[in-house]
């Protein structure tokens, strides 16, 4: 496989490898790529997570098990605040 870089990509890597942190321009791209890889399945993850989320919330509003917004919850929730963070 090959890869092009940006020139200034390919001058951040070859700072990294003369820095010793990478032994090779291929470790420092590998580890990137572990990186990334990683980062996708914690979003993925989240996602689910997210969906999973979304269902229950679903089933609990067709069960109508809801509090209706209003005016008068914003105040409580405003005057609850305000106590918690007063003391």
């Not at 790529?33 to 914690?42: G, S, T």
């Not at 609990?60 to 509090?67: E, I, N, V």
Request: proline residues 1%; glycine residues 4%; charged residues 40%.
């Amino acid at each position: 496989m090959n890869i092009s870089l940006t020139p200034e990509m390919d001058d951040w890597v070859a700072r990294k490898v003369k820095s010793g942190m990478y032994k090779s321009s291929s470790e420092l791209i590998r580890e990137g790529l572990r990186l990334l890889q990683l980062r996708d399945e914690q979003r993925s993850k989240m996602i689910e997570d997210l969906r999973s989320e979304m269902l229950v919330g679903i089933k609990q509003l067709d069960a109508g098990k809801f509090t209706k917004f209003d005016r008068k919850l914003v105040e409580e929730i405003k005057h609850d605040a305000r106590k918690m963070f007063a003391t």
